[in-house]
């Protein structure tokens, strides 16, 4: 997982994060990756998955051809070797 660090943050901003994540019950490292990933992946975005069963439909796919796609084998791929 990444890490950031944040430089010259106000002191008033950090105040209303600690404040903000108080509120919330969480420490202020928690509210500031709720914060961040509210605003990078809002809770109303189009989804891939979403998008192309949209398309298959309207190239004509009914939901029962869409049902193949459930079916196909989900277990993790080996990674290559190369020995």
Same mark, same amino acid.
């Given at each position: 997982?990444?890490?950031?660090?944040? !430089?010259?943050?106000?002191? =008033? +901003?950090?105040?209303? &994060?600690?404040?903000r @994540?108080?509120?919330? /019950? !969480?420490s202020?490292?928690? =509210? +500031?990756?709720?914060? &961040?990933?509210?605003? @990078?992946?809002?809770? /109303? !975005?189009?989804?891939?998955?979403?998008?192309?069963?949209?398309?298959?439909?309207? @190239?004509?796919?009914?939901?029962?051809?869409?049902?193949?796609?459930?079916?196909?084998?989900?277990?993790?791929?080996?990674?290559?070797?190369?020995?």
């Amino acid at each position: 997982m990444a890490s950031m660090t944040i !430089r010259n943050l106000p002191d =008033e +901003v950090h105040r209303a &994060l600690r404040v903000r @994540a108080a509120l919330h /019950g !969480r420490s202020t490292e928690a =509210e +500031v990756r709720a914060i &961040l990933e509210e605003a @990078a992946k809002p809770a /109303g !975005r189009i989804q891939l998955g979403s998008l192309l069963a949209d398309v298959g439909r309207r @190239a004509g796919l009914a939901d029962e051809d869409q049902a193949v796609f459930e079916q196909r084998d989900k277990t993790p791929a080996e990674p290559v070797r190369f020995e």
